[in-house]
C-alpha cells in the first residue's frame, strides 16, 4: 500500500449518519442465555449481512457489520475468544 493510500486511509472516520444504529445496540442475558441486537431499526439487518433492497430489490448493498457475528450468526473467532476470556477472568475471581 503507498504511504499516500496509508495517509487516506488512516484519515477516515467510521460512515456514520444519526448515530441510531450504534445506539439501537443492547443486550439481555439469563442464567443460560446471551442476546444482542439492534431491535427497531429497519436497516439494521441489511447493515450486517448485506442484501437487496430498495424498489424491485435492485440495488446490491455490501454487508457492514456491526456486530460480532459471521452471516450464519456464529461469533466472530476474535469476540468468541474475548468472551471466552472474560468468562474465564470472570471465574477464576469468583474462585479465590
Known amino acids: 500500500m503507498t504511504k499516500r493510500s496509508q495517509r487516506i486511509l488512516a ?3 467510521i ?3 444519526s448515530g ?3 445506539a439501537s445496540v443492547h443486550s ?3 442464567d443460560d442465555y446471551a ?3 439492534a431491535g427497531g431499526i429497519p436497516y439494521a439487518r441489511i447493515h450486517q ?3 437487496k433492497a430498495g424498489k424491485g430489490r435492485k440495488v446490491s ?3 457492514r457489520p456491526y456486530l460480532p457475528f459471521t452471516p ?3 461469533l466472530q473467532p476474535e469476540a468468541e475468544k474475548a468472551l471466552l476470556k472474560t468468562g474465564m477472568d470472570y471465574l477464576r475471581r469468583a474462585a479465590e
Open 20 to 22: 441510531k444504529l450504534a
Open 15 to 17: 460512515l456514520q449518519d
Open 72 to 74: 450464519s450468526l456464529k
Open 11 to 13: 484519515d477516515m472516520k
Open 28 to 30: 439481555r442475558y439469563g
Open 49 to 51: 449481512l448485506g442484501g
Open 61 to 63: 448493498i455490501p454487508a
Open 35 to 37: 442476546l444482542i441486537g
